[in-house]
């Protein structure tokens, strides 16, 4: 079977589960209470711990990685593409947090991800010409069969999720994060 039409089929299974689930949510309030979304500032956390979904990727100069590479440190892995402008927004944001763990010794990692499966999305080529102009330094891996992207439940861009030390989801955020709020969750954690 053609490896695009199995991607196409997981994919479209994820939405449809992820879709079921919210109006699984919606529906479920009773008559008169009244379901909110969290605040935008408040870090979404699971009561029990989830293991964070293994990877085995190539990052620019094809060496894999997997979650192994980061054991012991906290990852902040940002899904994103080329074409997203709040991907570049946010990827500006992500090599200061880079910068920051790095004069202040911080056990952090950042770790962007891009899609390279996304139909939109530029070759290789251009991602790492991309990575090379805006002068990101933050170590990068390619998806390139979209597997990651579904097994992290990818749904937009940019997707970022936050994996503790001990390789547990702890939180994830859809749409752009800024320095100050990664900050802010980071701290939470401690």
């Known amino acids: 079977m053609d490896n695009n039409l199995i991607r196409i089929r997981k994919f479209s299974i994820v939405m449809l589960v992820l879709l079921l689930s ?15 979304p969290p605040e935008r500032n408040e870090t979404p956390t699971a009561e029990e711990p989830i293991p964070a979904p293994d990877f085995l990727l190539k990052n620019a100069v094809d060496e894999e990685r997997s979650l192994e590479n980061y054991a012991g440190k906290t990852l902040v892995i940002s899904f994103w593409t080329t074409w997203c402008p709040a991907c570049k927004y946010e990827l500006a944001e992500m090599q200061k947090l880079h910068e920051l763990t ?37 170590e990068n891996i390619f998806d390139e069969d979209g597997g990651m992207s579904i097994d992290y439940y990818v749904r937009a861009f940019p997707s970022t999720y936050i994996v503790n030390p001990e390789g547990e989801l702890y939180t994830y955020w859809v749409g ?8 802010k969750i980071l701290k939470e954690m401690e």
């Open 102 to 138: 790095i004069e202040k010794e911080m056990n952090i990692v950042v770790l962007g991800v891009n899609v390279l499966a996304d139909p939109r999305e530029k070759s290789k080529e251009g991602v790492l010409a991309e990575i090379e102009a805006r002068g990101y330094t933050f």
């Open 176 to 183: 752009a994060l800024d320095l100050e709020s990664t900050l």
């Open 22 to 36: 919210i109006m699984l949510v919606a529906c479920s309030a009773t008559e008169g209470e009244q379901k909110t």
